[in-house]
């Protein structure tokens, strides 16, 4: 079982929506997601686990010039993927800003991983990674990103 663990700092004028999103969210009813579209917020993580990262196929046009999620790593065909990063431990940072509608992150982002998401991964994960639903394993993940609409 991996677990991901860390301390953080967030300051904000909105309980939630810090433009960060994470398969690791509490689980709240559809009524309860819908965030205002204002305010400001910052969130600072230090993150420490093992780090899983698929990397799609930088070198073809169609990675840059879009491709409808062709070559979104998370979701593409495993013709699309070239390799994924396996570090089995790492300590690494995570920022978060948000400003009225804008909002970017970039660092060390947890998921987790169990058959019900085995699917959705299917095409990188190994299947001594999937957890279960009841201990499901949890990972970091290298990403950034710039957000105009708010992610629980």
Known sequence: ?????????????????????????????????????????????IMAGKLVRPVGKIYKKEFWCGGKGQFNPWRCPKENIWFTIRVPFIIMPFLSLAWDKYGFYIGA????????HAERYKNWIKDEEIGTEENPNEYLALSLSGRTSRTW
């Open 1 to 45: 079982m991996n677990k991901v663990y860390g301390v953080q700092f967030v300051l904000s004028d909105f309980e939630k929506g810090l433009w960060w999103d994470s398969d690791m969210e509490v689980k709240v009813e559809k009524k309860d997601r819908d965030l205002p579209m204002k305010g400001w917020g910052i969130k600072f993580a």
């Open 109 to 116: 982002k947890p998921f987790t991983v169990t058959p019900g």
